[in-house]
């Protein structure tokens, strides 16, 4: 919509900045599709938390968007986890196919609610307790 030369100038010079530098570029092209945005995190929880979680594969061939379209939580954990029945109808238990040992509990509109690097069930189920409730 600019008009004036100055306007198209000043216009011309940030989009060449933009393209020019790559980490500008991906945070204003996340800020501008709404990816980029991030939630806050408690202090000392794990870098992933409040972060948008990306389409990852899961066994099974499931991808992690299509588990989310229940409406539920989804816990990725490296190894097999049982959920209890508090959590009935409100979480999805997966795991990753690559060999990533995070375990990452996704809330129902994509990102992670809590996350941890070398999670026990104790620390699992005080997420679970927090964030999905029983």
Not at 27 to 44: D, F, H, L, N, S
Not at 58 to 71: K, V
């Amino acid at each position: 919509m600019a008009k004036r030369p100055w306007t198209l100038a000043a216009r011309a010079a940030l989009t060449t900045f933009l393209n020019a530098v790559g980490p500008a570029r991906r945070k204003v092209a996340g800020q501008v599709t709404g990816v980029g945005y991030r939630y806050p995190a408690p202090r000392g929880a794990h870098r992933l938390t409040g972060t948008r979680v990306p389409d990852v594969a899961l066994a099974g061939g499931d991808r992690l968007y299509e588990a989310l379209r229940g409406g539920r939580f989804v816990l990725i954990t490296p190894e097999p986890y049982e959920a209890g029945p508090g959590c009935a109808g409100r979480l999805a238990v997966a795991h990753r196919t690559s060999d990533r040992r995070t375990t990452v509990l996704v809330r129902p509109d994509g990102y992670a609610a809590w996350a941890a690097d070398s999670a026990g069930a104790a620390d699992i189920e005080t997420a679970l307790a927090t964030h999905v409730g029983r």
